[in-house]
C-alpha cells in the first residue's frame, strides 16, 4: 500500500504509461551518468563514450603541456643566448695563448707599455707561479717595481689599470716610497688567463 501512494504522488508530465517508462528510463541514466563520474561502474552502452571522452581529455592536457613546453623552449633559447653573450665578452676580457707562460708574458707587455704611456719606467717585474682556478682558466700574479718623477703618472697608470676596457686588471697592493726626488713604486697586479689547450 506504501509503493502504491509513493507512484500515486509522483505525477509525470505525459499521459500515457510508454511515456512514464521512457521517463523513468531517462532519470535512471541520468542518475547512472551522474554516478559514473564519481564512482567507476561499468554501463554497457557508455564505455566506448567514456573511452572516448578520456582519449580527448588526455590529448587536451598533452597538447596543453607541449604549448607549455614550447614557450618554455623559447624563453631558455633567449636566456641561452644571452648567456653566451656574457661569455663571449668575459672571454674576450681575459688573456689567451697557447699555455700560461705566454699568457703571463702578454700581461707584462701590456703592463709595460701602460707605464711607458704613463712616463713611468719600470725596472723589473716578477710573475709568480699561477693559480689554477678551472680547467684553462689562471689567476696570474705580477710584481712590479718601478719608478716615477710625479704622483700624477702614478694616479693617471692606475687610473688606466682600473677602468681598462679590453682586460681584467686588479692592483690590490700599492707602495710608494720617496727616494732623492723619485717616486719609487711596488705594485702587485692581478689579472685572469685562459689557455687554448
Known amino acids: 500500500m506504501a509503493e502504491g501512494q509513493i507512484m500515486k504522488k509522483i505525477k509525470f508530465v505525459g499521459s500515457t504509461s510508454r511515456e512514464k517508462i521512457f521517463a523513468l528510463i531517462a532519470i535512471i541514466l541520468l542518475l547512472l551518468v551522474l554516478v559514473r563520474g564519481k564512482m567507476e561502474l561499468k554501463i554497457p552502452g557508455l564505455d566506448e563514450y ?4 578520456d582519449r580527448f581529455e588526455t590529448k587536451s592536457q598533452l ?6 613546453l614550447l614557450n618554455e623552449k623559447q624563453h631558455i633559447e633567449e636566456v641561452h643566448h644571452a648567456n653566451i653573450q ?15 707562460n705566454v699568457t703571463a708574458a702578454k700581461l707584462q707587455k701590456m703592463i ?8 713611468i719606467s719600470i725596472a723589473r717585474t716578477n ?7 678551472a680547467d684553462n682558466l689562471y689567476m ?5 717595481y718601478g719608478e716615477a718623477n710625479r704622483m700624477t703618472d702614478i694616479n ?8 681598462n676596457r679590453d682586460k681584467y686588471l686588479f692592483a690590490p697592493r700599492l707602495y710608494l716610497k720617496l727616494s732623492r726626488g723619485k717616486l719609487l713604486i711596488e705594485m702587485k697586479i692581478f689579472s685572469l688567463a685562459m689557455t687554448n689547450t
Open 50 to 53: 567514456y573511452t572516448i571522452r
Open 63 to 68: 597538447y596543453q603541456r607541449y604549448k607549455a
Open 86 to 100: 656574457v661569455i663571449e665578452t668575459l672571454e674576450k676580457k681575459l688573456f689567451r695563448g697557447r699555455n700560461i
Open 112 to 119: 709595460q707599455s701602460l707605464a711607458t704611456a704613463n712616463h
Open 127 to 133: 710573475i709568480e707561479k699561477p693559480e689554477k682556478i
Open 140 to 144: 696570474i700574479r705580477m710584481a712590479v
Open 156 to 163: 693617471a697608470f692606475l687610473a688606466r689599470l682600473e677602468y
